[in-house]
Every structure is written in C-alpha cells, then in structure tokens.
C-alpha cells in the first residue's frame, strides 16, 4: 500500500540552527499538509501547499518556517532558525483531494513524522 | 471551522462496541464530520467521514443526529489493537486544507 515516508525519523540539532525535515507524499496526491505535535499535546497544524503554493498555513508557521516542493517527489519543511519550543514531532500528509463529497473523502494520509528535539 | 468537544478519554472491554461522542453543536450545514485516530505517537489514520446520513465502512460506523449537532463513532468489536486517541472533527465541505486537530478521546481497551 502506497505511504507517506518521513526523513529523518530523529534529529537533534543546536538552537539557532537551521533543519529541513524531508517528506515523500503519494506519488498521484497533490495536497501537501505539515502538521507538529509537542510532547504531549495535540496534533497542530501548520501549512498546506497546492500547485506550488501555500494554500492555508497557521499562525504557528511564521517567517521561520519555509515548506517547498523542489522536484516532483520531494515535500520539505523548512526552519531556519530553530528554538527550544521547535522541539515537537513532526508529520507530513497528503491527499489525492481536497474533499468534496461522500465519495470524495479528502483523507489525509500521514507519515510517521520526524522527532526533531532542539538542545 | 466548527469546534467540536469530545470527553477526555474513555475505556472499553476487548470485543464489545466502542461508543465515542462528539458534540458540533455549531456545525454548519456545508461541514463534514471526520473522524481521525492517533495509536501511540503515529501519524493520524482517517476512519470515516459524513454530512447528515449514517456511515459505515471496513473500520467503524459513523451516527449523525439528525439535527447534526452531534455524532458518536462506533467501533463493533474493538480489540487492544484499537487503543488510541480518537479526534472528530467538522471541516468545511469544499475545504478541508487546514484540518485542525482537538484533544480528541483517548480511548483505552482492556482484555
């Protein structure tokens, strides 16, 4: 069965540095979500991207936070400049559509995520 | 999107039905009802989704009052496999490109 795949599964990295978190999405979806999850807390969302854009993003994805599709499978997140409360897991998901019907179910399939932890 | 309250959590015996509520009592009339699991720290795994009719697929059936300001997701026979969180969530029908998560109801079942 086809999956969304993360990489990578864990990374520990320095405040202050940058981090690109890696995603393959379902090769025939075209919706692209990041969502984060802090220890403990719910799953929150962060940005969608459609036909090479941001179509929604929350007021957690701020100027730090970059999303890009740089070839046709790639979906990547982007923090430029890390902080201790980056610290979260984070998953990717796409989706064939956007919803629309019984039918149509809009679902979103999800990675394992990537645990980043920022010391 | 309309907000949706689930109790916090709730437990279940190994092979009886799992019945989970959810109240959308300001749900509007062009929003779906989804239902989302999380097992452990896994990304979330869609269950099944509606608008006004019953649901049933391979995983669980999805109850919608008829007044559409709540439902309850009903697992048959759940097993240890389906302990998890259980999210619901009301996204807009054409949209749902900023699916947002609540706390959801962590569901324990026990042999």
């Known amino acids: 069965e086809p999956e969304v795949t993360q990489t990578p599964s864990h990374q520990v990295t320095q405040m202050g540095q940058e981090v690109i978190l890696r995603c393959v999405p379902i090769?025939?979806?075209?919706?692209f979500y990041w969502y984060r999850q802090i220890l403990g807390q719910k799953v929150e969302f962060l940005v969608s991207f459609y036909n090479n854009e941001i179509s929604e993003k929350s007021e957690i994805f701020d100027d730090q936070f970059s999303v890009e599709r740089p070839d046709g499978s790639n979906f990547t997140l982007k923090i430029r400049s890390t902080k201790l409360e980056d610290s979260a897991m984070y998953f990717c998901?796409?989706?064939?559509?956007?919803?629309?019907?019984?039918?149509?179910?809009?679902?979103?399939?999800f990675g394992e995520g990537s645990r980043l932890t920022v010391l | 999107d309309a907000k949706t309250t689930q109790p916090p959590s709730m437990d279940c015996a190994e092979g009886r039905a799992a019945n989970l509520p959810c109240n959308h009592s300001?749900?509007?009339?062009?929003?779906?009802v989804y239902w989302y699991r999380q097992i452990h720290s896994q990304g979330p795994q869609y269950i099944i989704h509606?608008?006004?009719n019953n649901e049933t697929n391979e995983m669980a059936s999805l109850i919608i009052t008829e007044d559409r300001k709540s439902s309850t997701l009903i697992l048959p026979h759940a097993t240890l496999r389906d302990t998890a969180v259980y999210y619901c969530i009301a996204s807009f029908q054409y949209n749902n490109n900023d699916m947002r998560f609540g706390a959801g109801t962590r569901l324990t079942v026990k042999p």
């Open positions: 509606g608008l006004k």
């Open positions: 090769s025939n979806h075209l919706y």
């Open positions: 998901a796409s989706s064939e559509s956007s919803g629309g019907s019984i039918r149509d179910t809009g679902e979103l399939f």
């Open positions: 300001t749900i509007s009339g062009n929003e779906y």
